[in-house]
């Protein structure tokens, strides 16, 4: 009893002390997590639990905080830092929100006992109807061949890419196989493959300026993290395996022209539906020691992968599919909410980076955003958004001279970017996540068309 | 509709063609998963979705089934294969059973998008509850110091042992710095170490013979996995860095006589309340700097743990922490449900040993397994177990000669085990798993009681 009163006040007392960013939150108008996230950024996160339990039972009484002026907000929105560093994809919060109970799980306590989820698969921590609702996904979409291939899932993508390296690397090798993708590459990729300085395998830089002999390793990232680009290897030579991280082939990012149909594809569930606190990906593998090899990794790495979060996983994938399966559905499915929301978001990027003299976007060829729902039932259905600009999941910004570090110069706008330097190329670029709230990005398109009009011709 | 019948006629297809096996399951009496588990071992994988289906919807409908003859019941037990290789500790499912819906959770499909859980914390993806849950139970067990400490959430203590190795070795040493245990070791820790041929680090074997000079990672599991044992650190030198496994320092294996006090203790959820299947750990740390960098490794690796599994295995520590902070309940709690499962298995397992003059155990000297409960509310109770024998999570049998090779002897009586080999020790021992379920512990223990009875004296 004691405890609760302590706990009432010190609700009551960060209340109070953080009333305006809670008015700026309320008004917003969003839903539970979005308000909190957006605090976040701005109060450290030990009060945070209390905020959050504050919002929850107070819901509808946020008139009785005091009400800040319209000056003093004006003030915090324009001082506030943005981080548009990671590609964390909150963008998806309002979707999985607004799709209600449906997606919502029951998990009984007797549940994820046992080590074991299907003895009888090559990947025995593979949930069954994970396995189905990804291979289910993949044929409504047409983005990947799966048929005769083996699903091994991982804790992330990122998991998979090092059971990828572990499985194409001989044990007897007698130097580590180099590892290489064209620059701009994916920043994390030379950190996670060198991180505890393997023999194996070697980090080896830009494709492109690869000239060793021997066997290599070169990762296809397609649609490419930073710059959007589809992507083909360009090594191309006697000696070399390809992985293909697909991350970002699902129709709100890239026109789907085909079914992807390579030996080794990376998928992940925070790139495609949005969730990624379950660390949950997938790897589509054509050859079934190459598939065993992954697993012994993820044995070996973590003795397999979260069943609760697969199970959860299934769940929402089942959603997403059932949307799309069911003609008579008027609500607004995933890949078209969010291709909407990226389309919203781009456009008036690209406004504001073409006003604005001071910064380039990439050119994307003018394409149809096109979804084939083909294998819609009970007639076939077509999808088709028109997309003129592709609407990749980061903006991989230029800013023109004299600017010579663009990260450093958005930095001192509060706007904070990943450096080209992580991508290998030269500090000029920047990566911007598209993927964030609402909030995040109207502030930063709103704050790069003034830095604009602010600096000299 | 035509599907649903489709799969309705191949459940009932597969029904009838395993109605022998559903038979032996639905006669053991078990809830829901054991029987459904106890096929799997015989069944391949593949139909156990449709099984569990089946029994999830038919269960008052067994009699409709077949019903074999005694003689081939008994055939089917003589001859089926036991599987104790494995630390699977699906012993607990029947707990989690009982315990009924207070364990369950529900998640709504909007959770887990961002991959932050608490951005104002050193270990960023740390579920403040669960962090909170850990921290709540190890005070009331009493079986590690948490204050000052900092909380690191692994997948699993598998990850987290690697994100120590990482943490303690420096990323400029010449050459990799050894990592020892005193023989016998956790049979995982020389292919972990050694999975990916690190510079960093580097297996080298059993501590006790360990004499190279310079510094070096000792792991000290205590009780010991796979004999049981208390343990301490057993080199003892200059530059030693010490990793505390405390995976089974809980009541039920072991007395806990006082709280552990060590700068690296690591946990996990499957061996203190069983929930293998979550893949959950935590790290408890003294040094703010190897916890920062154990965080690295695991962004790194994994980039976070699953929040499905942490907000999971929160609901589930905060009932086990529940039933002992209720002093009125009568249900049977956590660790008096599983300390009594070990005792009623260790004592006839002791017994079919002593008596069959083939094998011998290890012998734990008579203590209290004391679970002190000096910090429950209202006031102080104890519960205290008469403890004659330490009840291991592991038997670490010996056989005694003339049989040299014991795993592959038990294996001609169809038990699995795993050989004393990968242990570090000789072929003459095995550890066999007391956390399997009560069929395949008790047609272990009645299987090795007639082997002696077999055997020439």
């Known amino acids: 009893m004691g405890k609760f009163s302590m706990r009432h006040l010190l609700v009551v007392s960060v209340a109070l002390n953080v009333s305006l960013l809670l008015r700026v939150a309320f008004e917003t108008g969003t839903e539970g997590l ?35 002026s319209t000056a003093t907000l004006v003030n915090y929105t324009e001082d506030r830092v943005i981080n548009l560093d990671h590609g964390d994809p909150t963008m998806y919060t309002r979707y999985w929100q607004q799709a209600g109970d449906k997606s919502t799980i029951v998990i009984p306590g007797w549940q994820s006992v046992s ?76 950190a996670i493959t060198d991180c505890v300085k393997s023999n194996l395998y070697k980090w080896a830089g830009d494709a492109r300026s690869f000239s060793k002999g ?10 490419n993290n930073p710059d959007g680009y589809s992507r083909q ?25 085909s079914p992807a149909d390579h030996d080794i594809m990376l998928f992940t569930i925070s790139k495609s539906i949005g969730h990624a606190g379950m660390r949950i990906g997938w790897a589509v593998v054509k050859d079934p020691e190459i598939a065993k090899k992954m697993v012994k990794y993820i044995e070996l790495s973590t003795i397999g ?45 690209r406004e504001a980076v073409e ?3 001071l910064f380039s ?7 149809f955003c096109k979804f084939s729902g083909r294998l819609f039932k009970p007639q076939p259905v077509m999808h088709l958004h028109t997309c003129m600009v592709r609407c990749a999941a980061f903006a991989w910004l230029k800013c023109e001279e004299p600017i010579e570090d663009c990260e450093a110069f958005l930095r001192e706008h509060k706007i904070l970017t990943r450096s080209g330097r992580h991508f290998g190329v030269s500090p000029e670029y920047v990566r911007i996540s598209m993927l964030d709230r609402d909030e995040n990005i109207d502030l930063f398109i709103e704050r790069l068309s003034k830095i604009g009009l602010e600096q000299p011709i």
Chains 1, 2 share one sequence.
């Open 34 to 68: 979005d308000g909190v996230a957006l605090l976040k950024q701005v109060v450290g996160g030990g009060v945070l639990a209390e905020l959050h339990a504050y919002r929850q039972t107070h819901k509808a009484t946020s008139s009785s905080s005091s009400s800040p």
């Open 214 to 223: 021997g066997p290599y390793i070169e990762l296809v990232t397609s649609p």
């Open 355 to 357: 006003q604005s003299g």
């Open 233 to 257: 290897a360009v090594v191309n030579r006697t000696g070399g395996l390809l992985v293909h991280d697909l991350a970002y082939y699902w129709p709100q990012y890239t026109p789907i022209t």
């Open 115 to 190: 080590y074991f989820s299907d003895i009888g698969n090559l990947c025995w921590f593979l949930e069954p109807e994970f396995a189905k609702q990804v291979l289910r996904l993949h044929q409504i979409v047409g983005n990947a061949v799966t048929r005769d291939r083996h699903i091994v899932v991982g804790t992330g993508s990122t998991q998979l890419f090092q059971a990828v390296l572990y499985a194409l690397c001989p044990q007897d090798a007698i130097e580590p196989i180099s590892v290489v993708s064209a620059a701009p590459y994916y920043s994390s990729y030379p």
């Open 305 to 349: 992968v979260s069943k609760d979060s697969q199970v959860r996983a299934a769940k929402v994938l089942e959603v997403v599919s059932d949307s799309y399966e069911c003609t008579k559905s008027v609500e607004e499915t995933l890949f078209d909410f969010s291709y909407r929301k990226m389309n919203e978001r781009w456009t008036p990027l």
């Open 361 to 367: 976007l990439p050119e994307f060829s003018p394409d």
